[in-house]
């Protein structure tokens, strides 16, 4: 029997084979592997062709990386999708670009085998691969897809978590719309004039000092800004951060003038000296 030409047995590669391996292969394909830098989960698998395949996926940019090592031509290729859209694909030693959709092909099917849903979610579709996983163990909880089944507490990925959380939130924050927007904004500035009134109640009843009520009001229209950009992820509200920072000023310019008019009991039972002013200043 003649043997076949390089050309036939490329095309033979190609086709289209489906699956047809037993369930216990197919659940044991892929397996996890430590990330490289940038990626938070990977996983490997070797195609029954000796295909190697490796996937690596980015959670907080929705970014996963597919890289190929085909039998037939010894050559590496990447792929590059983020939510769904085909970002890159390329041979990696030359750098150029390249079509892999007929090659994907014949190795669709081993994908929807992958544990990992959020993967699936992400690919979107493309090279027809399913966005539904056919492993008994499919899972978008992340908690599942730890490498080892004992938790350790690691700072690196406490520090993940808690990005996790605040891409999350400003996720849902660009999503709000119209009054839900507003309430939403809403609360938050409640909370901090909540706490202002608060440090002035304290200072009312004389557990503040002046010089503490003043050092409290201005160094919270500095964290007020601060809460609003990193943890309620929004646009700082610069007229509320003004209001606080001027409070405080006019406590220590109160407790200053009270000197200067030779008063030196507590500001706090001077206050309404304060409100005779500004009636006399402004006519309030």
Partial sequence: MSSLTSKQLKEKILEDIPINLSKEFLFHLWKKKKPSENYHRSYYAKFPDGT????????LREVVKIELHFIEDSRDYCILIQRGSIVKEREIQSNRPVSLFKRMQKYKDYFSYLVD??????????????????????TSDFSFLQLNKKIFIKPKRIFDQIKIYFYQKEKKQKQLKGLQKF?????????????????????????LSSYALSFLCILYSIMSG??????????????????????????IW?????????????????????????????GI
């Fill in 254 to 282: 109160f407790q200053y003038q009270l000197f200067e008019w030779g008063i030196y009991e507590p500001a706090n039972e001077k206050l309404w000296i304060l409100y005779d002013f500004f009636k006399q200043k402004f």
């Fill in 52 to 59: 190697d395949c490796t996937i690596e996926y980015n959670f």
């Fill in 183 to 207: 309430y939403n904004r809403m609360l938050g500035d409640l909370f901090d004039l909540f706490v202002v009134i608060l440090f002035f109640y304290f200072f009312w009843i004389g557990k």
């Fill in 117 to 138: 849903e959020q993967i699936l979610k992400t690919i979107g579709g493309n090279y027809n691969i399913s966005e539904k996983s056919n492993h008994p163990q499919a």
């Fill in 226 to 251: 601060f809460f609003d950009s990193f943890i309620r992820r929004r646009n700082p509200l610069l007229l509320k951060s003004l209001l606080f920072f001027f409070a405080g000023v006019l406590i």
